[in-house]
C-alpha cells in the first residue's frame, strides 16, 4: 500500500509488520455521529480491511474523549451528569458504525478510565523539566521541544492562528509562550475533578490522546489518523508530549482525511447543518450510505448535497441484482483493479466505480474473459470486491432482488 504521510507531505509506501498498531482520534460524545466522522472511520475501516487481505493482523484503537471542554458545556446546557450524555452518544454511535459495517475497535479507551496514565505522563514531562504552572494549570513548554511544528509544516503565525481557532489559548497571559498547552488544569465547582501531584482538576485535551495510545501499545504507532482539522494542534501537541516524555517516535505514519462541508457550507454544530447516519439511515440502506461516502477521496474534503445518496441507492441496486444473476466474465481482472485502487492511497471512486462495471458485465451477462469453471464465480468475485469496500453481499439479497 501507498498512503500520503502527513509529516512527510506526500504519498510513500506503507510497510508494516505482520501486526499493524493503528490509533485514530475517536468522538467526543456530546452529540451524534455525522458525515465527517462517518467519512473519517470508514476510510480507516477501508485500510483495516486491506491489510487484513493482505494477511496482517490489525490492532486499531479507537479512543473516547468522554471529558474535555465540548462536553462538559454540553452536559451543563442540557442538565445531566456528563458522563450520562457521553454513554447516550456512544450508545448511537456504535450503532451508526454497526450499521455502516466498520470493523469494530481492537480497543477503545476512554480518558475518564485513563487518568493514572495520564498523571504518569505528565509527571514524565515534569521531571524532564518540559512544564511548569500557573495559577493551578500545568502548561508544557513548547520552547523544550525544538521540533514542535515538525508534523503541521505550519508557521509559528499560522500555528498560532489555529490554536486560536481550535480550542487553544496562545492570547493567555499567564502562558510563557503562545504556543504553549494545557496539560492539566483546575476543574469548575460543577466539573469533574481527580487528585494529582499537580492539584485537583482533569487533564488537558492533548494529553489524553498520547496516554491512552501509548498505554494500549506501549511502543511507537504504525498509523496515527484522524480529519485534518486535529493536525494543529492537537496532533502536533501529541508529537511534542509524547516524544519528549518517551524519547522515540511517536507515529512512524500520519493520515489525515479532509472536511466534509454540506451544499456550500462548512457542517458545524453551531451552523445545524450537520447531516447525521442516525437519521440517514432511517430511509437508506446504511450500504448505500457508504457507497456515497467512497465516491470521495478521502484527503479531498467535499460537499455532500442531499441528493449524493440516490447515487449510493443506484449502486446498491445494481451490486443487488448482479448478486441475484448468472453468467459473467472472468472476475480476476476486476478484483486486482480494486486492489490496486486501494493500495494507490486509497482510490475508493475509482474501486467503486471498477465493482460497478462488474456488476453491469454480470448484469447484461458479457464482458471480455468470460468465466468458466476453472476460474472463479463472477458473483463470488463480486461479493470479494465489494467486501474489500465493505460492503456486504449474500445470494439469498440477490435472489430476493431479482
Given amino acids: 500500500m501507498k498512503l500520503y504521510d502527513t509529516a512527510a507531505q506526500q504519498v510513500i509506501a506503507f510497510e508494516p509488520g505482520p501486526v499493524v498498531r493503528i490509533y485514530v482520534c475517536g468522538i467526543t460524545p456530546y452529540d451524534s455521529t455525522h458525515l465527517g466522522h462517518a467519512m473519517t472511520y470508514l476510510t480507516i475501516d477501508l485500510i483495516v480491511r486491506r491489510l487484513e487481505d493482505l494477511g496482517h493482523e490489525v490492532q486499531m484503537v479507537r479512543n473516547v474523549t468522554d471529558v474535555d471542554d465540548s462536553i462538559l458545556p454540553k452536559a ?24 455502516l459495517d466498520a470493523r469494530p475497535a481492537y480497543a477503545e479507551p476512554r480518558a475518564t478510565e485513563s487518568i493514572d496514565d495520564i498523571i504518569a505522563l505528565v509527571s514524565i514531562l515534569e521531571a524532564k523539566g518540559q ?47 503562545p504556543l504553549d498547552f494545557i496539560l492539566w488544569q483546575p476543574s469548575a465547582d460543577d466539573e469533574p475533578s481527580w487528585d494529582s501531584p499537580f492539584g485537583p482538576g482533569r487533564p488537558g485535551w492533548h494529553i489524553e490522546c498520547s496516554a491512552m495510545s501509548w498505554a494500549a501499545f506501549g511502543e511507537p504507532l504504525d498509523l496515527h489518523a484522524g480529519g485534518d482539522d486535529l493536525i494543529f494542534p492537537h496532533h502536533e501537541c501529541e508529537v511534542a508530549q509524547s516524544e519528549s516524555a518517551h524519547g522515540a517516535p511517536f507515529a512512524k505514519h500520519w493520515l489525515h482525511g479532509g472536511m466534509v462541508r454540506y451544499e456550500g457550507t462548512k457542517m458545524s454544530k453551531s451552523l ?40 449510493g441507492d443506484e449502486r446498491l441496486a445494481r451490486l443487488l441484482g448482479a448478486v441475484g444473476s448468472s453468467g459473467g466474465p472472468d472476475p480476476t481482472p476486476f478484483l486486482a483493479r480494486i486492489r490496486s485502487a486501494i493500495d494507490n492511497d486509497l482510490h475508493t471512486a475509482t474501486a467503486r466505480d471498477v465493482l460497478d462495471e462488474l456488476a453491469m458485465a454480470i448484469l447484461a451477462d458479457s464482458g471480455p474473459g468470460a468465466a468458466d469453471a476453472t476460474t472463479s464465480s463472477p458473483v463470488d468475485g463480486l461479493i470479494e470486491g465489494a467486501a474489500l469496500l465493505g460492503i456486504t453481499l449474500t445470494r439469498s439479497e440477490g435472489n430476493s432482488a431479482s
Fill in 76 to 99: 451543563r446546557e442540557l442538565g445531566i451528569d456528563f458522563l450520562e450524555l457521553a454513554a447516550r452518544e456512544m450508545e448511537r454511535f456504535h450503532g451508526d458504525l454497526e450499521s
Fill in 131 to 177: 512544564t511548569y504552572t500557573v495559577e493551578g494549570i500545568t502548561y508544557f513548554d513548547v520552547t523544550t521541544f525544538p521540533d514542535f511544528g515538525k508534523l503541521s509544516h505550519y508557521s509559528e503565525a499560522e500555528m498560532i492562528e489555529f490554536a486560536r481557532e481550535r480550542g487553544g489559548t496562545p492570547d493567555d497571559p499567564r502562558q510563557k509562550n
Fill in 272 to 311: 445545524g447543518n450537520l447531516v447525521f447516519v442516525s437519521e440517514l439511515r432511517k430511509t437508506h440502506d446504511p450500504r448505500a450510505i457508504r457507497l456515497a461516502l467512497l465516491a470521495h477521496h478521502y484527503r479531498a474534503g467535499f460537499e455532500w448535497f442531499d441528493e449524493d445518496i440516490e447515487d
